[in-house]
Nanobody, 125 residues
């Protein structure tokens, strides 16, 4: 089992920045592709970004966040990050950290086996 705990959400004005963190426990963090997803009210959960297990050699982003968000990981601290800059009202959502089974990679939410409880990000206009 893997436990994921997110933090760092909050209320920010348009153009502002936030950094989300996700601490993992339960098994080897470095073996897993880690991802961030988000879900706005009345909408499906959508992919935001992910970072592959091989020391983050591959990172992918959803088109609307490319250039504004940066995903990173610190395997020594079992921690995943999402640095968000130039935030927009449409970024408002609950953000979830997720982990895959070892040595796999995907951007589909259904392929992720473990999920955190989510952290709310609200961007005011």
């Amino acid at each position: 089992q893997v436990q994921l705990v997110e933090s760092g959400g909050g209320l920010v004005q348009t153009g502002g920045s936030l950094r989300l963190s996700c601490v993992a426990s339960g098994r080897a963090f470095s073996d897993s592709t880690m991802g961030w997803f988000r879900q706005a009210p009345g909408q499906e959960r959508e992919f935001v970004a992910n970072i592959r297990y091989d020391n983050g050699g591959r990172r992918d982003y959803e088109d609307s966040v490319e250039g504004r968000f940066t995903i990173s990981r610190d395997n020594a601290k079992n921690t995943l990050y999402l640095q968000m800059t130039n935030l927009k009202p449409e970024d408002t959502a609950v953000y979830f950290c997720a982990a895959m089974s070892p040595w796999t990679w995907s951007t589909w939410a259904s392929d992720y086996d473990y999920w955190g409880q989510g952290t709310q990000v609200t961007v005011s206009s």
